[in-house]
């Protein structure tokens, strides 16, 4: 079984405006609700890829039912802990700019991190663990580390976070890492990074521990370092991406669902790359039906 652990999952509130005033009241046009954080979007879109996952993490309040709601409605199985607080809103504005505020989110206590520990302590044999986003609720840096120092070697940990806390995952010996580009240069300290730099710094994580190493490259593509030595290079689907929002997120679902149907490394990126471009040509995550018409494509 897959797991997938959000810190701080949210409720995104997408208001349309055609002008915003600050220090005005402003009308909205069209407004739409959707839930996110980047665990609970691998865990949809495993869900649409065909795949059953458990949802793990922390919600509060009616905001954070609301959010448990969904996606058990999408069909995704819950195991979140409640603490005390609301889940956060983020509040995106689109008017003649993008404006964005997002929401800070309930304190997690030190007795409900022992809760996920204790979770995660007790989890079937060859269970995929994906831990994706941020730390939050005033926890410490140290908290990703914390969860896999306990963890059983049989887990295969996928790790998808901000480079300072990815650094620290690394001598855990994940199965699988993703950061994307901005993600990569906060990890070696860069301030940009070519494509083709790409194989290097996949191949410099898998010696700072992780086994298998996908850097996402956004529009380019992406990129793979596997546990065999073996490289490989996927260029993204060409269209016109509408919103590239949990582009990442299905990629990383796109791989582990290929890899659970037992597909080579290569056919799995492959396949990751469709789900991450499929999701970027449409506003919300991408269907099956979407990711198998790109692969299809001569
Ligand atoms: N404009 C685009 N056109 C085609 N494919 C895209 C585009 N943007 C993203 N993708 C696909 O999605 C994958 C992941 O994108 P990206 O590297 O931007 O992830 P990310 O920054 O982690 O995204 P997020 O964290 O918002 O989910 C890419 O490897 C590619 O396959
Ligand atoms: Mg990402």
Request: charge should be negative; include cysteine; glycine fraction near 10%.
């Amino acid at each position: 079984m897959i797991y997938t652990v959000t810190f701080n999952p949210a409720l995104d509130y997408i208001v349309r405006l055609d002008a915003l005033t600050a220090g005005a009241l402003n009308r909205a046009k069209e407004e739409l609700v959707i839930a996110g954080g980047k665990g609970l979007n691998v865990s949809v879109m495993l869900k649409n890829l065909g795949v059953p996952s458990v949802a793990l993490g922390f919600i509060a309040g009616f905001t954070g039912e609301a959010l448990r709601c969904f996606a058990e409605e999408k069909g995704v199985r819950t195991e979140f802990i409640r603490v005390d607080g609301v889940s956060r809103i983020n509040v995106k504005i689109k008017a003649e700019r993008e404006t964005e505020i997002n929401g800070r989110g309930p304190d997690i206590p030190g007795f409900a991190l022992e809760q996920l520990e204790n979770k995660l302590q007790a989890l079937p044999r060859n269970a995929v663990l994906v831990l994706a986003g941020s730390i939050s609720g005033g926890l410490p840096q140290d908290t990703y580390a914390r969860l896999l120092q306990g963890l059983p070697d049989h887990i295969r940990v996928a790790a998808d976070m901000p480079g300072d806390l990815l650094r620290t995952v690394l001598p855990f010996r994940p199965w699988l890492v993703k950061p994307n580009r901005e993600e990569l240069c906060e990890v070696f300290g860069l301030v940009g990074l070519e494509t083709r730099e790409a194989a290097l710094y996949a191949r410099r994580l898998c010696e700072l521990g992780a086994r298998n190493a996908i850097v996402s490259l956004g529009d380019d593509g992406a990129f793979a370092y596997t546990e065999r030595g073996e490289e490989f290079f996927i260029p993204a689907f060409r269209g016109r991406a509408l919103d590239t929002v949990g582009a990442g997120d299905s990629l990383l679902a796109g791989f582990i669902a290929a890899k659970e149907r037992g597909e080579s490394d290569r056919d799995a990126l492959r396949f990751a790359v469709a789900a991450g471009s499929a999701t970027a040509f449409r506003y919300g995550l991408a269907e099956e039906a979407e990711v198998l018409d790109l692969l299809k494509r001569p």
